[in-house]
């Protein structure tokens, strides 16, 4: 019968399985657009860090910053608008802290890529450190 009975219960995937599937289809659209990958997952250390999904370089190499975010739905304004004020500060504070280990400031962005039904929302400078 293999590995799964029919009575086997239905095991949705975890919050972290959906957040990784999301994390690998908007890192493979950014590299078909000439981005190349520097780090995933980057956190600042101490309370209050962030973390960065995807840090990527642009072909003009600018470092760009993404942060990845899925819904199910577009209610409360969907996936983009999830990226609140608090949330984008705790990801200008982890990208300022790996800007503290290069030797060259690089130009730098924040991107937004929103994902609903496998439809990929690519929101270049989504939002600025200021």
Same mark, same amino acid.
């Given at each position: 019968?293999?590995?799964? $009975?029919?009575?086997? @219960?239905? #095991?949705?995937?975890?919050?972290?399985?959906?957040?990784? &599937? /999301?994390?690998?289809?908007?890192?493979?659209?950014?590299? %078909?657009?000439?981005?190349?990958?520097?780090?995933?997952?980057? %956190? $600042? @250390?101490?309370?209050?860090?962030?973390?960065?999904?995807?840090?990527?370089?642009? @072909?003009?190499?600018? !470092?760009?910053?993404?942060?990845? %975010?899925?819904? #199910? $739905? &577009?209610?409360?304004?969907?996936? &983009?608008?999830?990226?609140?004020?608090? #949330?984008?500060?705790?990801?200008?504070?982890?990208?300022?802290?790996?800007?503290?280990?290069?030797?060259?400031? @690089?130009? !730098?962005?924040?991107?937004?890529?929103?994902? #609903?039904?496998?439809?990929?929302?690519?929101?270049? /400078?989504?939002?600025?450190?200021?």
């Amino acid at each position: 019968m293999g590995w799964l $009975s029919k009575n086997a @219960p239905f #095991k949705p995937a975890s919050t972290k399985q959906t957040g990784d &599937a /999301a994390e690998e289809l908007a890192l493979q659209h950014l590299q %078909r657009a000439g981005l190349v990958l520097l780090q995933r997952n980057y %956190r $600042s @250390p101490g309370r209050g860090g962030g973390e960065i999904d995807l840090i990527m370089r642009a @072909p003009d190499g600018t !470092c760009v910053f993404v942060e990845v %975010r899925q819904r #199910k $739905s &577009a209610s409360h304004g969907g996936a &983009a608008a999830s990226v609140n004020h608090v #949330k984008q500060r705790r990801i200008v504070f982890a990208a300022r802290h790996y800007l503290m280990r290069q030797a060259q400031l @690089p130009p !730098c962005r924040f991107d937004v890529v929103a994902l #609903k039904g496998g439809a990929v929302e690519w929101l270049q /400078a989504a939002f600025d450190a200021g």
